[in-house]
């Protein structure tokens, strides 16, 4: 990943500040009503570790969608989560570029005189995002008291040209679709170019496989008594800036963030709202301060009747781009994201399956993502 950068100082400022008014949120709870919901009772479980994919977002401290109940004193859990996202977002003027410059079967990387025209654009236009991505995340949680959780997030991305652009070009084809683009150039490529002012974003890479640690997250969470069928939890969260921004696995700036959960139990049936909004650092690859990052997730679990120890999953995202202030194009519209899935309860622990899919703006969301998750919660009660 040649991309040119200088490790920055430690941040200083807005986000201290408010990583320490999430601090002070939840030391202000009163903590001496009744225990509240144990994780580990409810049999609908908890919903997938998804977030929003959409590149750059994944360097951005996310919140993953989680349970208002919690986990009990001394209870634990562990979840390894592991996404194979394909993601091909170009503005319409580069759509029209590659068209008038490029056959229908000429399919090749970009080249010079591509990326200098793409440069050249207005910057609401100038982009084009096309690439492979294995994200593999590895979160703890621990029970400090009957309310209190603590928890770290620690991330592996493994960069690559990809290996679904042909599945998905086919798809596209046979059923109609439109391309955006992908037919004018080649598969499993790498590229990513984006003019952001003085700064620009380039990355041309051959296809070949790099990656590594991206920065952890760490989280406190707290569960409020619930309130008639409705329970809620308060998270705070704080993504530190320690791996390689030259590699692209770290913005280099420190982000701080608040997640809100709705919980709702009824029967076989769940309905789990988490509203989050991120404070996030610069982006030291563009120098660019993004705005702050709203993002709602809803998901729906059903603990299926005939094999009680399976759940079906429907997830849906919906989130704003990083860069939206620097474009007035579809990068600045709001991102949706659908996802299907199931667990299972099994000796070994939890194990999950799931697929995502964009929904409504194409052209700013990654095309598809694959999840596969494992999970297994320890010293629960019952």
Do not use: C
């Not at 709602?296 to 679990?301: E, Q």
């Amino acid at each position: 990943m040649p991309v040119s950068t200088q490790r920055p100082p430690w941040p200083q400022g807005a986000p201290f500040r408010g990583l320490i008014l999430s601090i002070l949120v939840l030391l202000a709870v009163p903590a001496g009503a009744q225990p509240s919901t144990i994780l580990a009772d409810q049999g609908t479980g908890a919903p997938l570790r998804l977030r929003d994919f959409t590149f750059p977002s994944f360097l951005v401290l996310g919140f993953a969608p989680t349970p208002a109940a919690a986990l009990g004193r001394g209870n634990w859990a562990f979840e390894l989560h592991y996404s194979k996202i394909n993601d091909f977002q170009v503005s319409q003027a580069v759509e029209d570029y590659l068209e008038s410059t490029r056959g229908e079967m000429d399919r090749r990387p970009l080249g010079p005189e591509d990326v200098d025209f793409i440069l050249g654009l207005p910057e609401g236009d100038a982009f084009y995002i096309d690439g492979e991505f294995d994200f593999f995340d590895f979160a703890l949680h621990w029970g400090v008291t009957d309310r209190l959780d603590i928890g770290a997030s620690f991330y592996y991305i493994d960069y690559s040209g990809g290996s679904l652009d042909g599945t998905i070009f086919d798809f596209h084809d046979q059923f109609g679709y439109g391309q955006q683009g992908r037919n004018f150039v080649a598969d499993d490529q790498f590229q990513i170019i984006f003019g952001s002012g003085e700064t620009p974003l380039q990355i041309l890479d051959d296809g070949e496989d790099s990656g590594g640690f991206s920065d952890p997250s760490f989280f406190i969470r707290y569960a409020f008594e619930p309130r008639g069928r409705w329970q809620f939890a308060l998270q705070t969260g704080l993504k530190v800036p320690i791996a390689s921004t030259s590699k692209f696995l770290s913005t280099g700036n420190l982000d701080v963030g608040v997640q809100l959960t709705a919980d709702r139990r009824w029967g076989r049936n769940a309905l789990i709202l988490n509203a989050s909004l991120v404070s996030a650092g610069e982006f030291d690859q563009t120098d660019f301060d993004p705005p702050l990052l709203p993002s709602l997730n809803v998901s729906y679990i059903r603990q299926l009747q005939r094999w009680p120890k399976a759940r079906a999953i429907l997830q849906a995202n919906i989130a704003e781009h990083p860069f939206r202030d620097l474009v007035d194009s579809d990068l600045s519209e709001p991102q949706f994201q659908m996802t299907a899935g199931l667990k299972w309860d099994t000796e070994l622990g939890v194990f999950g399956l799931a697929l995502t899919e964009n929904l409504l703006n194409y052209d700013n969301t990654p095309d598809i993502g694959l999840h596969f998750s494992w999970g297994f919660l320890g010293g629960h009660r019952g």
